[in-house]
């Protein structure tokens, strides 16, 4: 069974950072692309960024140059770093895998 548990989210003023972390399980992870797509308050889902089992990173044009997606596969761990965030930011955060995500991690951004 495929597992995503995502963790990371917070309360975080204009310009500040958080780094979400998801922890995989019940699938190869190595050999996954994964993904992290997000939603805000009354709105659908956003895509939010990419990386494929070969490292290959992706990024939505609301993010791109502030976040930063990672993995480290011996850990089955995927990762996104925020910087500079944004009010617009504001959302629940999802690890997702083929169309799978996770419970979701809020992220709020606000002074």
């Known amino acids: 069974e495929v597992q995503l548990v995502e963790s990371g989210g917070g309360l975080v003023q204009p310009g500040g950072s958080l780094r979400l972390s998801c922890e995989a399980s019940g699938f190869t992870f190595s050999s996954a692309s994964m993904s992290w797509v997000r939603q805000a308050p009354g709105k659908g889902l956003e895509w939010v960024s990419s990386i494929t089992s070969g490292g290959t990173r992706t990024y939505g044009d609301s993010v791109k140059g502030r976040f930063t997606i990672s993995r480290d596969n011996a850990k089955n761990m995927l990762y996104l770093q925020m910087n500079g965030l944004k009010p617009e930011d504001t959302a629940i955060y999802y690890c997702?895998?083929?169309?799978?995500r996770g419970q979701g991690t809020q992220v709020t951004v606000s002074s």
């Open positions: 997702s895998r083929a169309g799978i």
